[in-house]
């Protein structure tokens, strides 16, 4: 019976865990994280997270018309986009009406 080498094996599935590792990382930063220990998480309001993490380093303000399916203009809705930057990472916070819709990190 011919013995064959499993170092091949053994190093792919290092790189393949390594791959998942670094990956699953990357993703995790998109979402919940803490300003002096207070969870800023999607659903909170503008108020809530100003009250907890301060000042934006920057932010805009933009209106975005909401219309009807004949084109009519219904109303306007109003769109924040804050940055917080910090020593470990940049984060991206999209408010629509005053509540935090989305969570980016960079």
């Not at 990382?25 to 301060?54: T, W």
């Not at 769109?79 to 940049?90: F, K, N, P, Q, V």
């Amino acid at each position: 019976m011919e013995r064959r080498s499993l170092r091949p094996v053994k190093w792919c599935a290092g790189l393949l865990i390594a791959g998942l590792f670094v990956t699953g990382a990357a993703r995790a930063g998109d979402g919940p994280f803490y300003c002096r220990s207070k969870i800023i998480d999607v659903g909170m309001m503008e108020s809530e997270v100003l009250a907890h993490c301060g000042e934006p380093s920057s932010q805009s303000t933009e209106g975005q018309e909401v219309r009807s399916s004949n084109n009519r203009v219904l109303s306007t809705t109003r769109i924040d986009r804050w940055t917080y930057r910090a020593y470990s990472s940049t984060r991206f916070l999209v408010f629509v009406d005053e509540k935090l819709q989305s969570i980016a990190r960079m």
